[in-house]
């Protein structure tokens, strides 16, 4: 990965994901995460206060990047649960099939270039009855912000890691064989519309 990747993008990306209205959108979902968990692009582990470890047995954090993995210290420390990071992609889970009770996806389906193929994987190691946690900003419903993001995500992906602003996230969710049980969605408060609308939800 280049100077800008592994030591100034990990630094914009947890400002931008410790924000306000992102935080309150973690709290909404990670604390339903129960039994053996797998954490999809753990970044600097934002999410780790939130775990309940009462009902989690063990944390894989699937995080690639070295430059994020060594911000995450401070949070893996103060974990209430012990965290096991694997440093691979989200395409390439190496974990066995039926393995896992629930997988947690926090605002990082943005930025995996194999979305579909991710999202498969994460059914694979996914015991049956296992949950799909997600909480992901993506396509917005109404034209006048649709056709901002377009315009805007050539420039914002390579400033964001990557990111995409116009995926379809239920969409994602269901070409990678999952089903929706429950989903809201809202424009979060006090951020830019084109980077703001939010899905969160399970699925199954």
């Not at 990306?13 to 053996?36: L, S, Y």
């Not at 039926?98 to 994460?122: F, H, Q, R, W």
């Amino acid at each position: 990965m280049s100077f800008y990747e592994e030591h100034i993008l990990p630094h914009l990306i947890g400002a931008a994901c410790g924000a306000k209205p992102i935080t309150k959108q973690r709290e909404k979902v990670v604390p339903a995460a129960e039994g053996r968990v797998l954490e999809i692009g753990m970044g600097a582990g934002p999410n780790l206060r939130f775990y309940d470890p009462s009902k989690v047995t063990h944390l894989w954090g699937l995080e690639p990047s070295l430059g994020m993995r060594r911000k995450a210290r401070k949070a893996v420390e103060a974990s209430p649960v012990a965290v096991e990071f694997i440093d691979l992609p989200g395409e390439e889970i190496p974990l066995e099939d039926n393995s896992v009770d629930t997988v947690v996806l926090t605002y990082t389906l943005c930025t995996i270039p194999g979305a579909v193929e991710a999202v498969k994987g994460m059914r694979r190691v996914l015991k049956p009855g296992g949950k799909l946690l997600f909480s992901e900003h993506g396509a917005a419903p109404d034209e006048s912000v649709a056709r901002w993001q377009r315009r805007i995500e050539p420039i914002w992906k390579p400033i964001g890691g990557g990111c995409h602003l116009t995926r379809n996230i239920p969409d994602l969710i269901r070409q990678g064989g999952f089903e929706i049980e429950q989903m809201d969605m809202m424009y979060l408060p006090n951020t830019p519309r084109p980077m703001g609308f939010n899905y969160w939800g399970s699925a199954v």
